[in-house]
Protein backbone atom coordinates (compact mmCIF):
# COMPACT_ATOMS: atom_id res chain seq x y z
CA UNK A 1 0.00 0.00 0.00
CA UNK A 2 3.12 2.40 0.72
CA UNK A 3 4.72 1.67 -2.14
CA UNK A 4 1.78 2.29 -4.31
CA UNK A 5 1.16 6.01 -2.48
CA UNK A 6 4.38 6.92 -3.21
CA UNK A 7 3.94 6.02 -7.01
CA UNK A 8 0.57 7.68 -6.64
CA UNK A 9 2.95 10.46 -5.45
CA UNK A 10 5.41 10.46 -8.17
CA UNK A 11 3.31 10.58 -11.10
CA UNK A 12 1.02 13.04 -9.83
CA UNK A 13 4.06 15.17 -9.02
CA UNK A 14 4.71 17.00 -12.32
CA UNK A 15 1.09 17.99 -12.70
CA UNK A 16 0.80 19.60 -9.00
CA UNK A 17 1.53 23.24 -9.76
CA UNK A 18 -1.43 23.36 -12.01
CA UNK A 19 -3.55 22.09 -9.08
CA UNK A 20 -2.18 24.76 -6.81
CA UNK A 21 -3.87 28.31 -7.42
CA UNK A 22 -0.78 30.27 -6.28
CA UNK A 23 0.87 29.43 -9.71
CA UNK A 24 -1.93 31.41 -11.54
CA UNK A 25 -1.39 34.45 -9.19
CA UNK A 26 2.53 34.12 -9.90
CA UNK A 27 1.82 34.09 -13.98
CA UNK A 28 -0.49 37.42 -13.17
CA UNK A 29 2.40 38.84 -11.42
CA UNK A 30 4.96 38.24 -14.17
CA UNK A 31 2.74 39.29 -17.24
CA UNK A 32 2.23 42.52 -15.39
CA UNK A 33 5.81 43.03 -14.39
CA UNK A 34 7.16 44.71 -17.83
CA UNK A 35 4.38 47.00 -18.15
CA UNK A 36 4.38 48.30 -14.23
CA UNK A 37 7.89 48.44 -14.74
CA UNK A 38 8.22 50.56 -18.12
CA UNK A 39 5.73 52.98 -15.92
CA UNK A 40 7.95 53.20 -13.07
CA UNK A 41 11.27 53.78 -15.07
CA UNK A 42 9.29 56.70 -17.03
CA UNK A 43 8.20 58.31 -14.46
CA UNK A 44 11.01 58.34 -11.79
CA UNK A 45 13.66 57.87 -14.71
CA UNK A 46 12.19 61.48 -15.93
CA UNK A 47 11.80 62.81 -12.59
CA UNK A 48 15.82 61.80 -12.14
CA UNK A 49 17.04 63.72 -15.31
CA UNK A 50 14.83 66.82 -14.04
CA UNK A 51 17.14 66.63 -10.67
CA UNK A 52 20.31 65.89 -12.26
CA UNK A 53 19.49 69.04 -14.95
CA UNK A 54 18.94 71.15 -12.34
CA UNK A 55 21.38 70.15 -9.79
CA UNK A 56 23.45 73.16 -10.79
CA UNK A 57 21.10 75.35 -9.05
CA UNK A 58 19.48 75.34 -5.36
CA UNK A 59 16.48 73.16 -6.66
CA UNK A 60 17.97 70.30 -8.28
CA UNK A 61 19.81 68.23 -5.10
CA UNK A 62 16.45 68.57 -2.77
CA UNK A 63 13.79 67.49 -5.98
CA UNK A 64 16.80 64.13 -6.66
CA UNK A 65 16.53 63.64 -2.53
CA UNK A 66 12.71 64.13 -2.79
CA UNK A 67 12.74 61.57 -6.01
CA UNK A 68 14.69 58.82 -3.75
CA UNK A 69 12.55 58.94 -0.78
CA UNK A 70 8.76 59.29 -3.87
CA UNK A 71 10.52 56.28 -4.80
CA UNK A 72 11.14 54.51 -1.71
CA UNK A 73 8.00 55.04 -0.08
CA UNK A 74 6.26 53.93 -3.51
CA UNK A 75 8.06 50.70 -3.29
CA UNK A 76 5.67 49.50 -1.05
CA UNK A 77 2.94 48.72 -3.42
CA UNK A 78 5.73 46.33 -4.73
CA UNK A 79 6.37 44.76 -1.62
CA UNK A 80 2.41 44.39 -1.15
CA UNK A 81 1.96 42.82 -4.80
CA UNK A 82 4.64 40.09 -4.21
CA UNK A 83 2.66 39.50 -0.61
CA UNK A 84 -0.63 39.11 -3.05
CA UNK A 85 0.47 37.25 -5.84
CA UNK A 86 3.90 35.82 -5.53
CA UNK A 87 3.16 34.82 -1.82
CA UNK A 88 6.57 36.49 -0.62
CA UNK A 89 6.35 38.50 2.35
CA UNK A 90 8.87 40.97 2.30
CA UNK A 91 9.93 43.44 5.67
CA UNK A 92 9.90 47.11 4.74
CA UNK A 93 13.52 48.27 5.68
CA UNK A 94 13.31 50.89 8.35
CA UNK A 95 12.73 54.20 7.79
CA UNK A 96 15.46 57.01 7.15
CA UNK A 97 16.27 59.33 10.10
CA UNK A 98 16.09 62.81 8.86
CA UNK A 99 18.10 65.31 11.43
CA UNK A 100 17.61 68.82 11.57
CA UNK A 101 18.62 71.06 8.64
CA UNK A 102 17.48 71.87 5.43
CA UNK A 103 20.96 70.54 3.97
CA UNK A 104 21.33 68.40 6.64
CA UNK A 105 18.12 66.29 5.56
CA UNK A 106 19.46 66.42 1.68
CA UNK A 107 22.46 64.63 2.45
CA UNK A 108 20.53 62.50 4.27
CA UNK A 109 17.99 61.77 1.60
CA UNK A 110 21.03 61.30 -0.95
CA UNK A 111 22.97 58.82 1.16
CA UNK A 112 19.97 56.58 1.67
CA UNK A 113 21.24 53.37 0.23
CA UNK A 114 18.07 51.86 0.70
CA UNK A 115 16.06 54.52 -1.37
CA UNK A 116 18.79 54.09 -4.30
CA UNK A 117 18.08 50.43 -4.54
CA UNK A 118 14.40 51.13 -5.04
CA UNK A 119 15.65 53.22 -7.47
CA UNK A 120 17.40 50.89 -9.34
CA UNK A 121 14.44 48.58 -8.75
CA UNK A 122 12.44 50.42 -10.61
CA UNK A 123 14.79 50.29 -13.61
CA UNK A 124 15.50 46.58 -13.73
CA UNK A 125 11.97 45.44 -13.51
CA UNK A 126 11.19 46.17 -17.48
CA UNK A 127 13.93 43.90 -18.02
CA UNK A 128 13.30 41.06 -15.86
CA UNK A 129 9.75 41.58 -16.05
CA UNK A 130 10.24 40.77 -19.77
CA UNK A 131 11.62 37.34 -18.51
CA UNK A 132 8.72 36.78 -16.47
CA UNK A 133 6.20 38.01 -19.19
CA UNK A 134 8.27 35.22 -21.52
CA UNK A 135 8.17 32.32 -19.11
CA UNK A 136 3.85 33.72 -18.09
CA UNK A 137 3.48 33.47 -22.43
CA UNK A 138 4.88 29.90 -22.56
CA UNK A 139 2.78 28.93 -19.88
CA UNK A 140 -0.33 30.24 -21.68
CA UNK A 141 0.79 28.88 -25.52
CA UNK A 142 0.43 25.49 -23.79
CA UNK A 143 -3.17 25.84 -22.15
CA UNK A 144 -4.18 26.92 -25.47
CA UNK A 145 -2.29 24.26 -27.41
CA UNK A 146 -3.87 21.85 -24.65
CA UNK A 147 -7.38 23.00 -25.35
CA UNK A 148 -6.99 23.03 -29.06
CA UNK A 149 -9.52 20.87 -30.17
CA UNK A 150 -12.34 22.98 -27.73
CA UNK A 151 -11.84 26.15 -29.25
CA UNK A 152 -11.36 25.17 -33.14
CA UNK A 153 -14.91 23.21 -32.43
CA UNK A 154 -16.12 26.51 -31.27
CA UNK A 155 -14.39 29.18 -33.61
CA UNK A 156 -13.67 27.55 -36.63
CA UNK A 157 -13.84 30.74 -38.69
CA UNK A 158 -11.35 32.22 -36.33
CA UNK A 159 -8.75 28.67 -36.49
CA UNK A 160 -7.79 29.96 -39.88
CA UNK A 161 -5.83 27.59 -42.00
CA UNK A 162 -5.39 25.11 -38.53
CA UNK A 163 -8.91 24.02 -39.57
CA UNK A 164 -7.69 21.51 -41.89
CA UNK A 165 -6.33 19.53 -38.49
CA UNK A 166 -9.20 17.85 -37.77
CA UNK A 167 -8.45 14.25 -37.97
CA UNK A 168 -8.29 12.70 -34.62
CA UNK A 169 -5.23 11.63 -34.50
CA UNK A 170 -4.06 15.26 -35.35
CA UNK A 171 -6.40 16.32 -32.33
CA UNK A 172 -5.14 14.18 -29.61
CA UNK A 173 -1.32 14.89 -30.93
CA UNK A 174 -1.89 18.69 -30.58
CA UNK A 175 -3.72 17.93 -26.75
CA UNK A 176 -0.71 15.70 -26.21
CA UNK A 177 1.71 18.25 -26.78
CA UNK A 178 -0.05 21.22 -25.50
CA UNK A 179 -0.43 19.40 -22.35
CA UNK A 180 3.38 18.58 -22.12
CA UNK A 181 4.33 22.31 -22.76
CA UNK A 182 1.37 23.45 -20.46
CA UNK A 183 3.06 20.92 -17.44
CA UNK A 184 6.30 22.73 -18.28
CA UNK A 185 4.90 25.96 -18.37
CA UNK A 186 3.76 26.04 -14.66
CA UNK A 187 7.35 24.77 -13.76
CA UNK A 188 8.67 27.60 -15.85
CA UNK A 189 6.65 30.14 -14.19
CA UNK A 190 7.63 28.22 -10.62
CA UNK A 191 11.59 29.35 -11.46
CA UNK A 192 10.52 32.95 -13.10
CA UNK A 193 8.55 33.73 -9.77
CA UNK A 194 11.04 32.44 -7.48
CA UNK A 195 13.61 34.70 -9.37
CA UNK A 196 11.24 37.14 -9.15
CA UNK A 197 10.74 37.17 -5.26
CA UNK A 198 14.82 36.80 -4.97
CA UNK A 199 14.90 40.51 -6.79
CA UNK A 200 11.84 41.92 -4.40
CA UNK A 201 13.70 40.36 -1.53
CA UNK A 202 17.12 42.19 -2.59
CA UNK A 203 16.41 45.14 -4.02
CA UNK A 204 12.86 46.22 -1.33
CA UNK A 205 13.82 44.14 1.40
CA UNK A 206 15.99 45.21 4.23
CA UNK A 207 19.58 45.41 3.63
CA UNK A 208 22.39 43.07 6.42
CA UNK A 209 23.50 46.58 7.42
CA UNK A 210 19.67 47.41 8.27
CA UNK A 211 19.34 44.36 9.74
CA UNK A 212 22.33 44.57 11.94
CA UNK A 213 21.45 48.17 12.75
CA UNK A 214 17.58 46.45 13.90
CA UNK A 215 20.18 43.82 15.79
CA UNK A 216 22.17 46.17 17.70
CA UNK A 217 18.75 48.43 18.44
CA UNK A 218 17.03 45.48 19.80
CA UNK A 219 20.08 44.08 21.97
CA UNK A 220 20.48 47.94 23.47
CA UNK A 221 16.47 48.36 23.76
CA UNK A 222 16.79 44.93 25.47
CA UNK A 223 19.91 45.77 28.03
CA UNK A 224 17.32 49.04 28.71
CA UNK A 225 14.78 46.87 29.84
CA UNK A 226 16.88 44.97 32.06
CA UNK A 227 18.47 47.64 33.66
CA UNK A 228 14.84 48.81 34.12
CA UNK A 229 14.12 46.03 35.48
CA UNK A 230 17.64 45.72 37.86
CA UNK A 231 16.79 49.14 39.06
CA UNK A 232 12.67 48.64 39.74
CA UNK A 233 13.87 45.36 41.71
CA UNK A 234 16.61 47.33 43.80
CA UNK A 235 13.75 50.15 44.38
CA UNK A 236 11.18 47.70 45.43
CA UNK A 237 13.62 46.21 47.95
CA UNK A 238 14.82 49.65 49.14
CA UNK A 239 11.22 50.38 50.02
CA UNK A 240 10.84 47.74 51.35
CA UNK A 241 13.80 47.80 53.75
CA UNK A 242 13.28 51.63 54.88
CA UNK A 243 9.64 51.32 54.90
CA UNK A 244 7.90 48.14 55.67
CA UNK A 245 10.50 46.25 57.32
CA UNK A 246 11.23 49.51 59.52
CA UNK A 247 7.84 49.57 60.56
CA UNK A 248 7.16 45.74 61.46
CA UNK A 249 10.65 45.53 63.53
CA UNK A 250 9.13 48.44 65.49
CA UNK A 251 5.85 46.11 65.50
CA UNK A 252 7.93 43.43 66.85
CA UNK A 253 9.52 45.28 69.69
CA UNK A 254 6.54 47.05 70.97
CA UNK A 255 4.80 42.95 71.31
CA UNK A 256 8.13 42.15 72.61
CA UNK A 257 8.03 44.44 75.05
CA UNK A 258 4.32 44.05 75.85
CA UNK A 259 5.00 40.26 76.41
CA UNK A 260 7.79 40.79 78.64
CA UNK A 261 5.52 43.09 81.03
CA UNK A 262 3.05 40.77 80.97
CA UNK A 263 5.19 37.58 81.29
CA UNK A 264 6.86 39.41 84.50
CA UNK A 265 3.49 39.67 85.89
CA UNK A 266 2.89 43.42 85.33
CA UNK A 267 -0.32 44.76 85.33
CA UNK A 268 -2.02 44.99 81.71
CA UNK A 269 -2.69 48.62 81.94
CA UNK A 270 1.35 48.53 81.84
CA UNK A 271 1.34 46.90 78.41
CA UNK A 272 -1.83 48.17 76.90
CA UNK A 273 0.19 51.98 75.53
CA UNK A 274 2.86 49.38 73.78
CA UNK A 275 0.38 47.64 72.33
CA UNK A 276 -1.30 50.34 71.08
CA UNK A 277 2.01 51.42 69.33
CA UNK A 278 2.23 47.94 67.93
CA UNK A 279 -1.88 48.48 66.27
CA UNK A 280 -1.02 51.71 64.94
CA UNK A 281 2.35 50.51 63.36
CA UNK A 282 0.85 47.24 61.83
CA UNK A 283 -1.40 49.85 60.71
CA UNK A 284 1.35 52.22 58.57
CA UNK A 285 2.64 49.09 57.47
CA UNK A 286 -0.30 47.28 56.08
CA UNK A 287 -0.48 51.15 54.07
CA UNK A 288 2.89 50.88 52.79
CA UNK A 289 2.00 47.32 51.61
CA UNK A 290 -0.85 49.07 49.51
CA UNK A 291 0.88 51.53 48.25
CA UNK A 292 4.06 49.36 47.01
CA UNK A 293 0.91 46.72 45.49
CA UNK A 294 -0.82 49.62 43.86
CA UNK A 295 2.18 51.15 41.36
CA UNK A 296 4.77 50.42 43.86
CA UNK A 297 4.52 53.60 44.82
CA UNK A 298 2.05 55.94 47.00
CA UNK A 299 -1.21 56.36 44.22
CA UNK A 300 -1.50 59.66 44.76
CA UNK A 301 1.83 60.58 42.90
CA UNK A 302 0.38 58.98 39.80
CA UNK A 303 -3.32 60.90 39.83
CA UNK A 304 -2.41 64.13 41.71
CA UNK A 305 1.08 64.54 41.66
CA UNK A 306 4.51 65.53 43.22
CA UNK A 307 3.08 68.26 45.84
CA UNK A 308 0.16 65.83 46.91
CA UNK A 309 1.89 63.41 47.59
CA UNK A 310 4.72 64.86 49.27
CA UNK A 311 1.95 66.71 51.62
CA UNK A 312 0.79 63.09 52.32
CA UNK A 313 4.13 61.82 52.97
CA UNK A 314 5.19 65.03 55.54
CA UNK A 315 1.86 64.20 57.28
CA UNK A 316 3.22 60.82 58.37
CA UNK A 317 6.86 62.65 58.98
CA UNK A 318 7.31 63.17 63.35
CA UNK A 319 9.60 66.01 62.73
CA UNK A 320 7.88 69.49 61.07
CA UNK A 321 8.42 70.06 57.40
CA UNK A 322 7.85 72.88 55.19
CA UNK A 323 7.68 72.06 51.63
CA UNK A 324 7.55 74.45 48.25
CA UNK A 325 7.44 72.95 45.28
CA UNK A 326 7.23 75.10 42.27
CA UNK A 327 6.78 73.35 39.10
CA UNK A 328 5.31 75.25 36.17
CA UNK A 329 3.64 72.03 35.20
CA UNK A 330 4.06 68.36 36.33
CA UNK A 331 7.43 66.67 35.12
CA UNK A 332 7.28 63.10 33.36
CA UNK A 333 6.48 60.26 35.77
CA UNK A 334 9.72 58.59 35.95
CA UNK A 335 11.16 62.37 37.41
CA UNK A 336 8.19 62.52 39.62
CA UNK A 337 8.82 59.18 41.24
CA UNK A 338 12.63 59.58 41.33
CA UNK A 339 11.98 63.57 42.95
CA UNK A 340 9.49 61.61 45.46
CA UNK A 341 11.60 58.72 46.83
CA UNK A 342 14.92 60.80 47.36
CA UNK A 343 13.03 62.97 49.54
CA UNK A 344 11.20 59.66 51.38
CA UNK A 345 14.95 58.52 51.84
CA UNK A 346 16.07 62.21 52.73
CA UNK A 347 13.29 62.41 54.81
CA UNK A 348 13.65 59.07 56.64
CA UNK A 349 17.42 60.02 57.34
CA UNK A 350 16.51 63.11 59.20
CA UNK A 351 14.29 61.31 61.66
CA UNK A 352 16.98 58.77 62.44
CA UNK A 353 19.89 60.29 62.54
CA UNK A 354 19.97 64.11 62.58
CA UNK A 355 17.94 65.09 65.68
CA UNK A 356 16.47 68.26 64.34
CA UNK A 357 13.55 69.78 64.95
CA UNK A 358 12.38 71.72 61.33
CA UNK A 359 13.20 70.17 58.23
CA UNK A 360 12.55 72.17 54.47
CA UNK A 361 12.01 70.69 51.12
CA UNK A 362 12.02 72.73 48.05
CA UNK A 363 11.17 71.69 44.48
CA UNK A 364 11.57 73.50 41.25
CA UNK A 365 12.87 73.56 37.90
CA UNK A 366 15.97 74.37 35.89
CA UNK A 367 15.18 73.84 32.22
CA UNK A 368 14.44 69.85 31.56
CA UNK A 369 15.83 69.44 35.05
CA UNK A 370 14.18 69.05 38.41
CA UNK A 371 16.19 70.43 41.26
CA UNK A 372 15.40 68.72 45.01
CA UNK A 373 16.86 70.13 47.89
CA UNK A 374 15.98 69.08 51.75
CA UNK A 375 17.45 70.59 54.58
CA UNK A 376 16.95 70.19 58.32
CA UNK A 377 18.55 72.22 61.69
CA UNK A 378 19.57 69.00 63.08
CA UNK A 379 23.50 67.44 63.26
CA UNK A 380 23.45 65.12 60.28
CA UNK A 381 25.15 62.10 60.67
CA UNK A 382 23.23 60.07 58.30
CA UNK A 383 25.10 58.10 55.72
CA UNK A 384 24.13 58.77 51.89
CA UNK A 385 21.32 55.67 51.41
CA UNK A 386 23.18 54.41 48.64
CA UNK A 387 21.38 50.32 49.57
CA UNK A 388 24.57 48.52 49.24
CA UNK A 389 27.37 47.61 52.05
CA UNK A 390 28.47 50.60 52.83
CA UNK A 391 26.89 50.40 56.27
CA UNK A 392 29.17 47.03 56.95
CA UNK A 393 31.78 48.93 55.40
CA UNK A 394 31.62 51.75 57.51
CA UNK A 395 31.56 49.63 60.84
CA UNK A 396 34.86 48.25 59.95
CA UNK A 397 36.73 51.01 59.42
CA UNK A 398 35.55 52.04 62.67
CA UNK A 399 36.54 48.90 64.40
CA UNK A 400 40.17 49.07 63.17
CA UNK A 401 40.28 52.81 63.55
CA UNK A 402 38.91 52.65 67.32
CA UNK A 403 39.84 49.32 68.36
CA UNK A 404 38.22 49.94 71.96
CA UNK A 405 34.67 50.62 70.61
CA UNK A 406 32.03 48.65 71.36
CA UNK A 407 30.10 47.90 68.08
CA UNK A 408 26.74 46.04 67.13
CA UNK A 409 25.91 45.31 63.96
CA UNK A 410 22.04 44.83 62.83
CA UNK A 411 21.91 43.85 59.28
CA UNK A 412 19.28 42.26 57.09
CA UNK A 413 21.35 39.53 55.81
CA UNK A 414 24.38 37.61 56.97
CA UNK A 415 26.97 39.10 54.78
CA UNK A 416 29.89 36.51 55.20
CA UNK A 417 32.52 38.46 53.84
CA UNK A 418 32.54 41.36 56.39
CA UNK A 419 30.99 39.17 59.25
CA UNK A 420 34.62 36.99 58.97
CA UNK A 421 36.95 40.10 58.41
CA UNK A 422 35.47 41.57 61.68
CA UNK A 423 35.15 38.64 63.78
CA UNK A 424 38.83 36.98 62.24
CA UNK A 425 40.51 40.70 63.57
CA UNK A 426 38.31 40.74 67.10
CA UNK A 427 37.50 38.77 69.84
CA UNK A 428 36.15 41.31 71.82
CA UNK A 429 33.29 44.17 71.97
CA UNK A 430 31.82 42.93 69.01
CA UNK A 431 28.48 41.89 67.67
CA UNK A 432 26.52 40.45 64.46
CA UNK A 433 22.89 40.34 64.44
CA UNK A 434 20.36 40.36 62.30
CA UNK A 435 17.48 43.44 62.50
CA UNK A 436 14.83 40.51 63.51
CA UNK A 437 16.48 39.47 66.42
CA UNK A 438 15.78 43.15 68.42
CA UNK A 439 12.26 41.59 68.39
CA UNK A 440 13.20 39.04 71.05
CA UNK A 441 13.76 41.89 73.39
CA UNK A 442 15.45 40.38 76.36
CA UNK A 443 17.55 37.86 74.40
CA UNK A 444 18.71 41.86 72.28
CA UNK A 445 18.98 43.61 74.88
CA UNK A 446 21.35 40.86 76.71
CA UNK A 447 23.33 41.11 73.42
CA UNK A 448 23.54 44.48 73.96
CA UNK A 449 24.63 44.23 77.37
CA UNK A 450 27.20 41.34 76.78
CA UNK A 451 28.77 43.81 74.19
CA UNK A 452 28.55 47.03 76.38
CA UNK A 453 31.39 45.04 78.80
CA UNK A 454 34.05 43.66 76.64
CA UNK A 455 31.84 40.48 75.28
CA UNK A 456 30.41 38.91 71.82
CA UNK A 457 27.24 38.56 70.81
CA UNK A 458 26.60 36.46 67.61
CA UNK A 459 23.02 35.66 66.07
CA UNK A 460 22.43 32.21 65.71
CA UNK A 461 21.90 32.78 61.83
CA UNK A 462 24.96 34.39 61.69
CA UNK A 463 26.91 31.64 63.21
CA UNK A 464 25.12 28.74 61.00
CA UNK A 465 26.04 30.38 58.21
CA UNK A 466 29.47 30.94 58.72
CA UNK A 467 29.92 27.78 60.80
CA UNK A 468 28.33 25.94 58.08
CA UNK A 469 31.15 27.16 55.52
CA UNK A 470 33.51 25.18 57.47
CA UNK A 471 32.15 21.56 58.12
CA UNK A 472 35.72 20.21 56.40
CA UNK A 473 39.08 19.11 57.94
CA UNK A 474 39.11 18.78 62.19
CA UNK A 475 35.64 20.66 62.20
CA UNK A 476 34.24 17.26 61.15
CA UNK A 477 35.59 15.26 63.71
CA UNK A 478 33.03 17.14 66.07
CA UNK A 479 30.03 15.38 66.74
CA UNK A 480 26.73 17.10 66.24
CA UNK A 481 26.21 17.83 69.94
CA UNK A 482 29.38 19.28 69.91
CA UNK A 483 28.89 21.50 67.28
CA UNK A 484 25.29 22.80 68.69
CA UNK A 485 27.33 23.54 71.88
CA UNK A 486 30.01 25.29 69.70
CA UNK A 487 27.24 27.41 68.18
CA UNK A 488 25.82 28.47 71.53
CA UNK A 489 29.41 28.82 73.19
CA UNK A 490 29.98 31.74 69.83
CA UNK A 491 26.91 33.26 70.81
CA UNK A 492 28.08 34.13 74.03
CA UNK A 493 25.64 31.70 76.34
CA UNK A 494 27.04 30.67 79.88
CA UNK A 495 27.41 27.05 80.42
CA UNK A 496 24.04 26.94 82.36
CA UNK A 497 22.60 28.77 79.55
CA UNK A 498 23.98 26.53 77.20
CA UNK A 499 22.98 23.09 79.57
CA UNK A 500 19.43 24.69 79.71
CA UNK A 501 19.13 25.21 75.93
CA UNK A 502 19.61 21.63 75.15
CA UNK A 503 18.07 20.04 78.37
CA UNK A 504 21.90 18.47 79.66
CA UNK A 505 23.57 18.67 82.82
CA UNK A 506 26.41 21.22 83.40
CA UNK A 507 29.35 18.43 83.82
CA UNK A 508 28.35 17.09 80.01
CA UNK A 509 28.63 20.41 78.48
CA UNK A 510 32.07 20.87 80.29
CA UNK A 511 32.79 18.10 78.33
CA UNK A 512 31.59 18.98 74.94
CA UNK A 513 33.30 21.97 75.43
CA UNK A 514 36.40 20.33 76.32
CA UNK A 515 36.75 17.88 73.45
CA UNK A 516 35.68 20.90 71.08
CA UNK A 517 39.00 22.44 72.53
CA UNK A 518 40.62 19.21 71.76
CA UNK A 519 39.49 18.07 68.57
CA UNK A 520 39.84 22.21 67.07
CA UNK A 521 43.46 21.95 68.31
CA UNK A 522 42.64 25.22 70.77
CA UNK A 523 44.61 26.11 74.02
CA UNK A 524 42.49 27.71 76.74
CA UNK A 525 43.06 30.87 76.54
CA UNK A 526 42.05 31.39 80.42
CA UNK A 527 40.31 34.35 79.51
CA UNK A 528 36.50 34.78 80.41
CA UNK A 529 35.39 35.09 76.49
CA UNK A 530 36.94 31.33 75.79
CA UNK A 531 33.64 30.04 74.59
CA UNK A 532 33.66 32.97 72.26
CA UNK A 533 37.08 31.99 71.30
CA UNK A 534 36.67 29.01 70.35
CA UNK A 535 34.49 29.86 67.20
CA UNK A 536 36.43 33.35 66.37
CA UNK A 537 39.78 31.56 66.91
CA UNK A 538 38.75 29.27 64.21
CA UNK A 539 37.72 31.78 61.71
CA UNK A 540 40.74 33.95 62.55
CA UNK A 541 43.24 30.62 61.58
CA UNK A 542 40.52 29.93 58.05
CA UNK A 543 39.85 33.86 57.55
CA UNK A 544 42.22 33.54 53.99
CA UNK A 545 40.91 30.35 52.86
CA UNK A 546 37.29 31.68 53.85
CA UNK A 547 38.11 34.69 51.17
CA UNK A 548 39.87 32.36 48.65
CA UNK A 549 36.43 30.40 48.86
CA UNK A 550 34.39 33.27 47.88
CA UNK A 551 32.98 34.32 44.06
CA UNK A 552 33.70 37.38 43.23
CA UNK A 553 29.40 39.05 43.37
CA UNK A 554 28.63 42.55 43.39
CA UNK A 555 27.57 43.75 46.72
CA UNK A 556 23.06 43.25 46.92
CA UNK A 557 21.65 46.05 48.97
CA UNK A 558 21.68 46.33 52.63
Same mark, same amino acid.
Given at each position: ????????????????? !???????? %??????????????? &?????????????????????????? +??? @??????????????? !??????????????? +?????????????????? *????????????????????????GIAVLLYPVWRWL??? %?????? #? !????????????????????? /?????? *????????????????????????????????????????? =??????????GVQARLVALAMDL???????? &??????????? $??????? *??????????????????????????? /????? $??????????????? %????????? $???? +? $??? #???????? &???????????? *????? @??????????????????????????? !?????? /????????????????? %??? #???????????????????????????????????????? /????? =? =??????????? =?????????????????????? +????????????????????????????????????????????????????????
Open positions: MIRLNRLASGILRPVRP !LAEGRTYT %QAIDLALDPFIGLAY &SLVFGFLLLLGLALAATVVGLPVLGE +VVM @ITRAAMGLERARARA !LLGVAVDAPPSPSMP +VGWWSRIKAMLGDRTGWR *AVGYTFVLPFSGILGFTAAAIWAGWPV %QAGSYG #A !LTGVGYLVGISAAGLVLTIAG /AWIVRA *AARVDATLVRGRLGPSPADLSRRMDALKASRAAAVNQAAQE =RRRIERDLHDGMARQRIE &SGEQPEAAAGL $ITQAHEE *AIRAVTDLRDLARGVHPAVLTHRGLDA /ALSAL $IARSPVPVEVDVSLP %QRPPPVLET $IAYF +V $IAE #ALTNIVKH &SQANHATVAVHS *AGNMV @IVEVTDDGIGGALPPGQTDEGLRAALD !LHRSHP /ALALLILSQYVEETYAA %QLL #AEATERIGYLLKQRVARVSEFLDAVRRVGEGGTALGPEVV /AQLVA =R =RRTGRFGELTP =REQEVLALMAEGHSNAAVAARL +VITGGAVEKHISNVFSKLGLHDSGGQHRRVLAVLTYLRRNSDAYHAEQPRQPSGPR
